[in-house]
């Protein structure tokens, strides 16, 4: 009997380890995964989910933008020494006027499409860039949530991670090509600075700004960001969850004003 009780407790030791070990190791998994989500041109399937709240907008302050940005990227490997980043964009929008008669508008937006070529390893230095093409698809379901044209122009993303940072900068110009409206053509510059710190236990703070320039006005909109974000694991699909406020540092008339809501849930796909 006691021999039996002895193997019994063995038996659980040598599970409890086990376990234990298993956890460790997907803790440490989940970390890496945490730290690609932050680097734009990672070899890593995710399709983020990301919800955007903004308010007082237009000249005359009175219109609320309730926007969700489906916003899958997909990477495919060209090569042992070349990939190829696929990152769109695609908003969806719902917007309301205040104090108005003006009926409510909803519809998908244009989809913003880009392509990075990357070096699918990263160097001595430790710097990871990609350089490619975005382009302006006019997928908008109403005018007035899009620009009702296409455009194009070149993008590039370089970016370091050192233990748990990661510090970068992603940009794009979009020219347009053809223009089916009576609006000014598309020159537009996005600038989008970056830095994050990944805890070892998923969670990601991150300070980031989505600067926008307009050639034709010669105005810039000056939105900073910052989220915070974690991967659970819900009934074995990894998803970072999360979010985070929103200050509009530099607007303009048309442009959304003070403060406003960012939620975020990305599916991941680890190969």
Known sequence: M??????TAKKILVVSLLSLSSATLYAADSTDLAKEL???????????????FDDNI??????????????????????????????????VNYQTYKN???????????????????????????????????MLLPTASE???????YGLGPTAVILKQSGGWTLGTLANHLWAVENHGDVEDVNS????????????NTVTLTLNSETTYDWNIKKATIPVNFTATKIINMDGQLISVGGGVKYWAHDTDASPKDFGVRLIASFIFPK
């Open 189 to 200: 510059t996005f600038v989008q600075p970056f830095v994050s710190y990944t805890y070892p």
């Open 2 to 7: 006691k021999k039996y009780k002895g193997t």
């Open 38 to 52: 932050s680097n734009p041109v990672a070899n890593l399937v995710s399709v983020p989910f990301q919800f955007n």
């Open 100 to 134: 108005t008669d003006k009926s409510d508008d909803w519809g998908t937006g244009d989809i913003v499409q880009s392509l990075f070529f990357s070096p699918a390893n990263t160097g001595s230095s430790g710097i990871t860039w990609g350089v490619g093409t975005a």
């Open 143 to 149: 005018k007035l949530l899009g620009a009702d044209q």
């Open 58 to 91: 237009g000249a005359d302050e009175n219109t609320q933008r309730y926007q969700l940005n489906i916003q899958p990227v997909i990477p495919i490997e060209l090569n042992e020494n070349w990939n190829l980043i696929s990152r769109t964009i695609l908003p």
